[in-house]
């Protein structure tokens, strides 16, 4: 009864922010099926292709394997973890995840649903993993790596012991813990000192929380050493979250560890990424004063405020007085009066609306500038098709009678139109060798081989400048000749779509094709991650942390992780890169192959002309249901557009104040299979 009790209560405080999500939810599903309904258009209309599959495939999974994150960043004895179970699990009425004193995270801990196995489980990686050179994201692949512990959330005994792994240390001597890159800074004689780090390298949880269910991640990151041994949290982990919220101390501020953390590991790379970035001013219960009246303590929690503020450099709004620590203790007690003083619904409110607002937008754009490009070629295709069945019907009308001069007339249209043809196959096949040769100068500079070749060298040149100095030289070198790589991909980018929108432009001059939209390749998003990273390198090589750490830590950090990270964006732009190669070309190859299909049958309908009335009629009923199924589609393509181009639910409801997220819209209704579905 107790659990119900505190559930309900904390089902009342989250209403917000899983309200935000279904609704998000219902949005992404609703255009799923949008997208779906494109792909059975094609599949029943002979359009569909290898490459059209493979790119609405990936929108498709892009759509379904959409996650939220929410990173929690902080000095240790900040009361993070105590935040995210105040936020996420107050109706187990108690803590689930250990946050008391000399209790806190150790490693790094991902939070989320397993919907594949559907389970609740703890994966923990074991911390000697780190003296190889697997990283993260690929170790995360081999599950041997990585010891599993059953979870029963109908027990939070269980729980709560299991769950104690998280905060487990080992000792070790002072040379075995440098060799896996902890107290790199420390010089002294005694290389068989003990010292104590984490048993543990990594943790998931896989929890079945309503929340986590919807699709939302937490990541509870550790303290500022943990960070800086491990760059990859840094460059890859923190930086796919969508929000990442940093925690302070109310009473001591922005210390010193705090702003380097800041400066070094959570700002780079964040600005104009369409991420959000919060700070949770905790423990603001330790300002609290019984002899000083609400109003004078509301001025001294306000001071504090501005100060961070000023001092991080963010807007006012974005830093959210809260203490943790009673808000959970509100929820377990169902203690209105001490909720309001946590101040929790605040962060709360802003953290379903920061979370969801941007993301939904990036998602939507990308997926109405892929997808919505195919669907204005199919009606432009549609629409080409319709006004050929339009002209053929008019011409057997003409030619009913079998008078001698129509049929004449007939017969000189479709020999134009195979004139027309022939000489848009002729401009097809001639634009091809210049686009080939823009293509082959794009995928040199991408050469997997020839970058592994040229870092293989920068590590080596790195290993050999054995000063600090030389090592912050030679790793901005580095950077500096990534940027470059980067800027004549650009440019060789910019020419090779200025290429191709040339050659639509001159195939528009054919008669015989419809004005199809030239497929553009868009890198933005490589290019931001990309200086992104690059960003966090300078960070990282330019900071006092990394002036004081053995050199050797360094170049392996330094390579394996940001190095790593970069040579797996450009991985994926080649990838890229080549799909469009495939693509490019494909509406205007498969639109000249519906046309040789339609000449053949206007030339089969001609030489039954001579023959028999009763096979001109059938091909005009043909052309009748042809023209009216036109109509039906391109009614529906134009339907299916409007869905990729209306804002998301969660988008109208902040044009409409204090109104209700409405429900997403309905998937299409698709027409039946139209009477030139072999064309």
């Known amino acids: 009864m107790f659990r119900k009790q505190v559930l309900a209560w904390s089902e009342m405080d989250e209403q917000q922010l899983q309200h935000r999500l279904g609704a998000y939810h219902r949005w992404k599903t609703a255009l799923t099926r949008t997208v779906e309904g494109y792909q059975v258009w094609l599949e029943e209309h002979g359009l569909g292709n290898a490459d059209t599959d493979r790119r609405l495939r990936d929108a498709i999974d892009t759509l379904r394997a959409d996650k939220l994150t929410i990173a929690f960043v902080a000095e240790f004895s900040r009361g993070k973890t105590e935040l995210i179970n105040a936020i996420f699990f107050a109706e187990h009425g108690r803590r689930l995840l250990p946050s008391d004193a000399g209790s806190t995270t150790k490693c790094p801990t991902e939070l989320f649903y397993d919907d594949i196995k559907q389970s609740a489980y ?19 692949q081999e599950p041997s790596q990585w010891v599993t512990f059953p979870l029963d959330p109908e027990d939070p005994e269980q729980m709560l012991t ?21 107290y790199a800074d420390v010089r002294v004689n005694a290389p068989n000192t003990l010292v104590e780090i984490p048993h543990w390298r990594h943790a998931l949880i896989s929890y ?42 109310a009473d001591t501020g922005v210390t010193r560890s705090d702003l380097e953390m800041w400066k070094e590991h959570v700002l780079p790379g964040r600005e104009g990424q369409g991420k959000a970035l919060a700070v949770a001013l905790n423990k603001i219960d330790t300002l609290w004063d019984d002899l000083k009246d609400r109003d004078q303590v509301e001025k001294v929690i306000e001071r504090q405020r501005n100060e961070v503020a ?18 959970l203790l509100a929820k377990v007690r169902r203690d209105f009066a001490l909720a309001r003083d946590a101040r929790l619904s605040d ?12 993301r939904q937008r990036i998602l939507r754009e990308s997926v ?16 080409h098709q319709y006004r050929t069945d339009s002209a053929q019907l008019a011409e057997l009308r003409e030619a009913g009678a079998r008078n001698t001069g129509v049929l004449q007339q007939l017969h000189q249209r479709i020999e134009q139109d195979r004139t027309f043809y022939l000489a848009a196959l002729q401009a097809y096949q001639q634009i091809q060798v210049p686009l080939g040769a823009d293509m082959r100068t794009l995928l040199d500079l991408l050469d997997m081989q020839a970058l592994d070749h040229a870092l293989d060298l920068s590590r080596g040149d790195l290993s050999g400048r054995w000063t600090t100095p030389g090592l912050v030289r030679g790793m901005g070198q580095c950077l500096t000749e990534l940027r470059g790589l980067m800027r004549r991909v650009e440019e060789a980018v910019g020419r090779a779509n200025d290429a191709l929108v040339k050659a639509y432009q001159g195939l528009h001059k054919q008669p015989i094709l419809p004005r199809l939209a030239a497929p ?71 639109e000249l192959r519906r046309q040789r299909a339609t000449l053949s049958q206007r030339v089969n309908t001609f030489k039954k002309l001579g023959h028999t009335r009763s096979n001109v009629r059938g091909r005009m009923d043909e052309l009748r249901a042809a023209v009216s199924s036109g109509e039906t589609q391109i009614a529906t ?15 109208v409801v902040h044009s409409q104040e204090g109104g209700r997220v409405p429900d997403a819209p309905s998937s299409i209704q698709l027409g039946g299979k139209g009477a030139n579905a072999e064309a």
Request: charged share 30%; glycine share 6%; aromatic share 4%.
């Open 520 to 590: 553009q390749l868009d890198i933005g998003a490589h290019r931001s991650e990309l200086l992104r990273l690059a960003e966090r390198g300078e960070a990282y090589r330019k900071s006092a942390r990394t002036a004081m750490t053995e050199q050797s830590v360094v170049v392996k950090r330094f390579f394996e992780s940001l190095i790593g990270e970069m040579r797996h964006v450009l991985g994926q732009l080649r990838d890229e890169v080549e799909a469009w190669e495939e693509y490019r070309l494909e509406p205007v190859a498969s």
């Open 208 to 249: 079945p929380h309503p929340l986590l269910k919807q699709g939302l991640n937490l990541l509870d990151t550790p303290g500022l050493n943990a960070l800086g041994s491990e760059p990859e949290l840094t460059l890859h982990t923190l930086a796919v979250a969508q929000v990442v919220l940093f925690v302070l101390a």
């Open 347 to 358: 962060l709360e409110a802003f953290l379903s609306d920061e979370i969801l607002r941007d």
């Open 637 to 651: 393509l134009g339907r299916m557009r409007e869905l990729l181009d209306q804002h998301s639910p969660f988008e």
């Open 122 to 140: 703890l994966r923990l990686l074991p911390i000697e993993t780190r003296a190889t050179d697997e990283s993260l994201r690929a170790l995360k």
């Open 368 to 383: 109405r500038r892929d997808i919505g490009q195919m669907i204005d070629n199919s009606r432009e295709v549609v629409e």
């Open 310 to 327: 000023e001092t991080l450099g963010i807007p006012v709004a974005h830093v959210f007085p809260v203490s943790a620590q009673k808000a």
């Open 162 to 182: 299991t769950l104690a792994e998280v905060v487990r240390t080992k000792r070790l001597s002072l040379a075995d813990a440098q060799k896996l890159g902890f």
